[in-house]
């Protein structure tokens, strides 16, 4: 079965975005390097921001005939074609392909809103040609909306990116349980919250330090840590260069920090692992 990562939080400006396209070209990468049969991973983007889209494709002129905002609208015997149809390939890696968003998504949800199915209008496409990919990741919105949902109802797993303040910290078990009532309550036996990554870390702030200790005695929620990432300039420089960190500089502590985070998701992907 393909494993399929949704990064997830209500909070923006955790580094969602920057997490979930640098972890599908890493698993890109790694699954290359292993000699696995098929290297293809698909990174969704149903945020109509389209910032994940921008930064892969360098594009943001998707719209209504070949971005998700097609998937979602077309009849649900043609989606899985519409999908197929939509797909790109990212600037990034030929491996790497991108369902780009469109800002026609903020209009969706309101248009399927009481629709019957409509959350999951992205999981029975996506079933049909998920087995093309070796893992699929799916950026969502910052907040927990209908978008949101059938990104989620689409996982196997779910991974949360925090930041290291009070608030976000103590925001992380509700994130968690929401993830929760969304498996128990649209019957979703397959998903369940794989990892949570730290972001912007910055081990000179003592409350960071603090919190992240914190994080690791907890009995529960130290076991999902799978990543910390630190705070680093050339985070943003790749942004504007339309770069992933690895192609920008491997050598960043981001970069070494995400090359990390990945071989710790390819290793839990195999042996299990999450609750």
């Known amino acids: 079965m393909t494993r399929i990562l949704a990064l ?4 923006g400006g955790v580094g969602k975005s920057t997490s979930a396209t640098n972890v599908a070209l890493g698993l890109c990468g ?18 109509s921001q389209g910032h994940a889209t921008l ?31 939509c797909i790109v390939q990212s600037a990034w890696d030929a491996d790497l392909h991108v369902l780009p968003a469109s800002p026609m998504l903020e209009g969706a949800e309101r248009e399927l809103m009481g629709v019957a199915g409509a959350p999951y209008r992205l999981a029975d496409p996506l079933s049909r040609i998920a087995h093309h990919y070796a893992a699929v990741v799916i950026d ?4 927990f909306s209908l978008m949101t949902e059938m990104g989620l109802i689409a996982a196997t797993d779910a991974l949360v990116p925090v930041e290291p303040r009070y608030l976000e910290t103590v925001g ?5 349980n929401k993830i929760g009532e969304i498996r128990e ?7 369940r919250v794989s990892g949570i990554i730290v972001t912007k870390m910055d081990t000179r702030v003592k409350g960071h330090n ?23 300039e050339a985070v943003s420089y790749a942004h504007r260069n339309h770069q992933s960190i690895f192609n920008y500089d491997p050598q960043a502590p981001a970069g070494i920090a995400y090359l990390k985070l990945v071989g710790t998701l390819i290793q839990r992907l195999f042996k299990g692992g999450g609750v």
């Open 8 to 11: 997830t939080n209500h909070k």
């Open 30 to 47: 790694v699954l290359h390097r292993m000699g696995a049969t098929n290297n293809r991973v698909l990174l969704i983007d149903t945020d």
């Open 55 to 85: 930064v892969t494709t360098g594009r943001n002129d998707f719209g209504a005939d070949d971005s998700l905002y097609a998937v979602l609208m077309a009849d649900r015997q043609q989606a899985a074609h519409v999908m197929a149809n």
């Open 140 to 143: 969502t919105r910052p907040s």
């Open 172 to 176: 992380l078990m509700s994130v968690i």
């Open 185 to 191: 309550g649209w019957r979703v036996a397959n998903l």
């Open 210 to 232: 603090y919190l992240l200790d914190e994080l690791k005695q907890h009995p529960s929620l130290s076991k999902l840590l799978c990543g910390v990432i630190p705070a680093n």
